[in-house]
């Protein structure tokens, strides 16, 4: 079950599926969450989250009982102890991009290690390091100006002095 309480204890998305859903009312090339049912929408939300919980984010959690890093204080541009919209956006293409399996195949050679991998005239190429990114192009593109190299969330409209936490450093 998908528990979205923003600084919830036991929070383990920060969309609900009825937010997912609205999403995807307003979006093409849905049609892998569209013919997957409720539990299987669920679960790629849940992996979803893991997936943006794996990144740093500026500031501090807002409690220390959340279980998720949103919502944060220390954070200039996110003071209302919600989620951010494009943190909420990103989770739901990268939810898309769990239920398409050519996209979860891809993670799972990257994973293995194979640094090459071609089908007919399609090659790709994978460097050491990007296991561990977005599955989905989408939710990077959402994310771009808030996530460097490195992970950490910037914002190219936030001077870099707002960026850190009340104790002076990214958790």
Do not use: K
């Not at 990144?55 to 954070?75: D, E, H, Y």
């Amino acid at each position: 079950m998908i528990d979205a309480t923003a600084g919830g204890a036991t929070a383990n998305s920060y969309v609900t599926l009825a937010d997912a859903e609205g999403y995807f009312a307003a979006r093409l090339g849905t049609e892998p969450w569209t013919t997957a049912d409720a539990a299987t929408r669920e679960s790629a939300l849940r992996m979803a989250t893991r997936a943006l919980e794996r990144l740093r984010w500026p500031g501090l959690r807002q409690n220390a009982m959340q279980t998720l890093s949103w919502p944060r204080t220390g954070v200039a541009w996110a003071t209302d102890g919600s989620v951010p919209q494009p943190v909420c956006d990103a989770q739901c293409e990268e939810a898309l991009a769990w239920l398409t399996p050519a996209l979860v195949r891809r993670r799972q050679l990257q994973t293995a290690g194979v640094t090459a991998a071609q089908v007919s005239d399609a090659r790709e190429t994978y460097a050491p390091g990007d296991v561990g990114t977005l599955l989905s192009a989408e939710a990077r593109a959402l994310l771009a100006g808030w996530v460097t190299l490195g992970g950490c969330l910037v914002s190219d409209a936030v001077p870099d002095e707002h960026l850190l936490g009340s104790e002076g450093g990214v958790q």
